[in-house]
């Protein structure tokens, strides 16, 4: 099976004190990976280099069926969640419209993506709340759905369950797990240890810039 996202020999340099150095990570397609390790390990950035959003020093990023294409179109494959997502201003809808306009989809198509994501997402019918007026975990949601409704083959979340509180975490991981099967590759980062093993995730753990061995579903 062709590895959804393909790394061999990177390095990136952060100024003098951090650097990033994986010798092979590949990522099959419709799994979950949890990305681990303690704060300033690298797994913001190992994440913005897989949305291709940072050029390494050394090494390649493979998207699968991206050979030869821009590296717009390569971006296009895949989507990065940002920890804290800053929503527009409007309402849900203008957020999930903005990228879509950008694709040139409009009209009625834009309209079906946006209903049917807000469905996957459980805010079927939220297309008019303001954003301003979206608890924590809505907003949550709704940056997800601004990522999914561009349709990626790689969904990429950087904590994306540090905002939301013990009463919405559950069935944001419900949905989480369910993504794989709408044919989305998920990689999304953590502190929370025991979180890959309520997820159906393989453990990704990087220390000081260094990818530790990885751990199989828990």
Not at 12 to 31: A, E, Y
Request: neutral net charge.
């Amino acid at each position: 099976m062709e590895p959804a996202i393909s790394i061999k020999d990177l390095l990136v340099n952060q100024g003098g004190n951090f650097s990033l150095s994986i010798d092979r990570l590949d990522l099959l397609p419709h799994h979950i990976y949890a990305l681990t390790g303690p704060n300033g390990a690298g797994k913001t950035t190992l994440l913005r280099i897989m949305a291709l959003l940072i050029t390494p020093q050394r090494g390649s990023i493979r998207i699968a069926g991206a050979d030869g294409t821009s590296l717009t179109r390569q971006r296009r494959k895949v989507t990065l969640v940002e920890q804290s997502p800053y929503l527009l201003a409007g309402n849900v809808s203008d957020n999930l419209s903005f990228g879509l306009r950008l694709r040139g989809i409009r009209g009625k198509e834009q309209v079906e993506r946006i209903d049917a994501t807000l469905e996957l997402v459980g805010l079927a019918g939220f297309a008019e709340r303001k954003a301003d007026k979206l608890s924590a975990g809505e907003v949550q949601r709704v940056a997800l759905a601004r990522g999914l409704v561009l349709q990626p083959e790689v969904l990429l979340l950087d904590e994306p369950t540090s905002n939301i509180d013990s009463k919405s975490l559950q069935s944001f991981e419900t949905l989480l797990n369910s993504l794989p099967g709408y044919g989305v590759t998920v990689v999304f980062s953590t502190h929370d240890l025991a979180q890959p093993g309520r997820l159906d995730s393989e453990m990704l753990r990087i220390e000081h810039g260094r990818l530790l061995d990885r751990c199989q579903k828990l």
